[in-house]
């Protein structure tokens, strides 16, 4: 196991940070938006592997509104997002409080922003679905809700849950399906197309606090609930694969590398707050290391990097694969 104290590389941003994500475009794939307190911050890093040296510049800034007091909880960039286009394409949403704000930008000069109201309690997760056709939404409203993005943005589909929804998931080989996952422990796969459930798996403990869908594998599905990390096959979906208590005290994140075949995570949980490394198939750690604060965990989509948020800063760590 590498047990580490310090990141491989920082990004200092001078403000507290409240959430961010990396986008998993092919052409765009180490664009980053950064939520801060009143804006949103457009980052491109250039990792060690691809340029010999980590760098990262400022694409632009995207203002929230001088007025708002809410937090951003999520980010999700949409499939047509390229900064590869003549103009660039970059489009994204975040969920602030109850409402979604659909930002669109050339990274120039052309700027739009959208907001879709009709959740009555703070949304959690928020992901495209359907190759960006229509947004998906889940909240503390016990609702599931489906947008269209097209010039008229409404809300086509309400999918209701007995408890919070906590995280919504696509899958890039199955893009009519949405992994939605509820904080009572059960996990819905949902076919938009349908309207109706495919699947469902009950966590053995709750409360369910985020979950994943591998992206090497759709079969594959992984909650973190109650400090453990509860990993199905959705082939044999009655009793969990593997159950594996990662934090003692409860954990707050869970993702999925995205190209790995040893379906290896990461989650972030309790006591403190700590970030794990580990393989599916494996109890042992891949990497350890403290955070100070929490705001957010993704993978790199091309090269073995986990990140994380932590103050006002985000940090780097590559993993040693298998």
């Not at 053995?204 to 759709?218: E, H």
């Amino acid at each position: 196991m590498r047990t580490v104290t310090g990141p491989d590389h920082t990004i200092d941003l001078n403000e507290s940070i409240q959430c961010y994500e990396i986008c998993a475009n092919d052409f765009a794939y180490n664009l980053i938006a950064v939520a801060l307190d009143k804006r949103i911050c457009l980052l491109v890093v250039g990792l060690p592997e691809e340029n010999g040296e980590f760098l990262w510049h400022h694409l632009q800034d995207l203002e929230l509104g001088e007025s708002d007091s809410r937090c951003v909880k999520a980010i999700a960039f949409s499939p047509d997002t390229s900064l590869n286009s003549t103009p660039n394409n970059v489009t994204f949403c975040a969920a602030l409080g109850t409402d979604l704000m659909i930002f669109r930008t050339d990274v120039n000069q052309y700027n739009t922003v959208d907001t879709l109201r009709g959740h009555t309690d703070y949304v959690n997760d928020i992901s495209w679905v359907c190759e960006g056709e229509f947004l998906a939404s889940v909240s503390d409203d016990f609702t599931c809700r489906f947008w269209s993005t097209a010039a008229v943005s409404d809300n086509v589909i309400t999918f209701c849950l007995s408890s919070a929804g906590m995280s919504i998931k696509s899958h890039p080989d199955d893009n009519e399906k949405v992994l939605v996952a509820e904080k009572r422990g059960i996990i819905h796969l949902y076919n938009v197309r349908q309207k109706q459930t495919v699947l469902s798996v009950e966590s053995p403990k709750f409360p369910l606090m985020s979950a994943d869908w591998a992206q090497s594998n759709r079969l594959f599905v992984s909650a973190l609930a109650g400090g453990d990390v509860i990993t199905w096959d959705l082939n044999r979906p009655f009793v969990p694969a593997d159950v594996k208590q990662i934090h003692e005290d409860g954990g707050r994140v869970v993702r999925f590398a995205p190209g790995s075949s040893d379906m290896v995570l990461a989650s972030i949980g309790r006591p403190g707050l700590t970030l794990k490394v580990f393989s599916a198939k494996s109890a042992v750690l891949l990497l350890e290391t403290g955070l100070k604060t929490y705001a957010g965990l993704a993978w790199h989509q091309r090269l073995p990097y986990i990140s994380a948020a932590s103050d006002r800063k985000l940090l780097f760590w590559k993993v040693q694969m298998k």
